[in-house]
């Protein structure tokens, strides 16, 4: 009686199979790197009906061995396909919402042979967004006519903004001459009488106040 070969999958050429194990090395990077929130699959492509060949934190419950999704199946139709489609919504089972990111990787011959999948669960974000929304969350319409800045910062601050606009600079790049220079511009111009002056032009040079304190005396 003769015996029945064994199915043993499709026939992989050294690149195809080296690039599947490369692949999968970069799934486990990227899962081990964004854990526990993104799940990350490898799908082997010239197995479609089980192209599940690894997956990272398991966010959808599927396992290795299921079929393709239907970008999988496009892409082995369509060697033109777009080979990155990235931050498109999705879905999990449980109606979790996603975002979702699929990059189809071609052989030398320009046909897909795998795609590495990443599958970000939202839920917990949208969570963080919904309270950090409420949190900044501010009533303008019956707020109290007052003021934690002291009079005068906005115009120290315009003035310090337009004195390094004529040197094409920022207040932060401005070199130690001329910040001298503009020390000099702003007690002429009696803005150094603002409360905290000191404090107020040190934060937007980006410096200490003991350093403005110096160029203030030179």
Request: proline residues 5%.
């Given at each position: ?29 990227l899962a081990k790197t964004f ?88 839920t917990l974000f949208q969570g ?91």
């Amino acid at each position: 009686m003769k015996k029945s070969k064994v199915d043993t999958g499709p026939v992989r050429s050294a690149e195809q199979a080296l690039l599947l194990e490369q692949i999968k090395q970069v799934a486990e990077g990227l899962a081990k790197t964004f854990a526990p929130f993104c799940e990350v699959v490898v799908h082997d492509l010239l197995e479609p009906q089980h192209s599940v060949l690894a997956i990272h934190n398991n966010l959808s419950g599927r396992e290795v061995g299921q079929p393709t999704t239907e970008l999988g199946l496009a892409r082995i139709l369509d060697p033109a396909f777009p080979q990155v489609v990235a931050n498109y919504p999705n879905k999990f089972a449980d109606g979790r919402q996603a975002k979702s990111t699929s990059i189809g990787i071609k052989d030398g011959d320009g046909n897909y042979i795998a795609a590495l999948c990443m599958n970000l669960d939202l839920t917990l974000f949208q969570g963080f967004q919904s309270a950090i929304g409420q949190f900044v969350a501010i009533d303008s319409d019956n707020a109290p006519k007052e003021t934690l800045d002291p009079a005068g910062a906005d115009a120290l601050r315009a003035r310090i903004d337009q004195f390094a606009a004529r040197l094409a600079a920022t207040p932060r790049t401005l070199k130690t001459p001329a910040r001298k220079a503009l020390l000099v511009e702003l007690r002429v111009a009696g803005l150094l009488d603002v409360r905290r002056a000191m404090e107020i032009i040190a934060e937007h040079l980006g410096v200490s106040r003991a350093a403005v304190y110096t160029y203030a005396k030179s």
